[in-house]
């Protein structure tokens, strides 16, 4: 009879191990879970963000060209004069008047 308690003992022992390790598991996946989605999550934040920096840069280099454009800088046109064009484009755009005209080619 002793035996038996005994046993009985250890299988409930056993079975009390089982679930006190079952509910640890599933606490454990479940904070995996969460730190995944977390990671997720701030990788998206962090594309998006990256995204948002690149269409800021683009928008500012765009608006910048568009202005020395307006202001008589053709980048598709004659580069004989490149930095001397570039330069008076600037600096009529800042409302300075040129220094150097480009030299006109024949």
Do not use: C
Not at 35 to 41: F, G, I, N, R, Y
Not at 42 to 48: L, P
């Amino acid at each position: 009879m002793e035996i038996k308690n005994v046993s009985i003992f250890f299988v409930s022992a056993s079975l009390a191990l089982s679930l006190i390790s079952i509910a640890a598991l599933q606490a454990h996946a479940a904070t995996t879970d969460a730190d995944a989605s977390d990671s997720v999550t701030s990788k998206q934040e962090m594309k998006a963000q990256k995204k948002a920096e690149s269409k800021a840069r683009r928008a500012k280099k765009n608006a910048e060209l568009s202005k020395l454009e307006k202001n008589g800088y053709n980048p598709a046109g004659n580069q004989s004069n490149y930095p001397q064009n570039l330069q008076n484009a600037q600096q009529k755009a800042t409302g300075q008047k040129p220094t150097n005209a480009p030299a006109v080619a024949p």
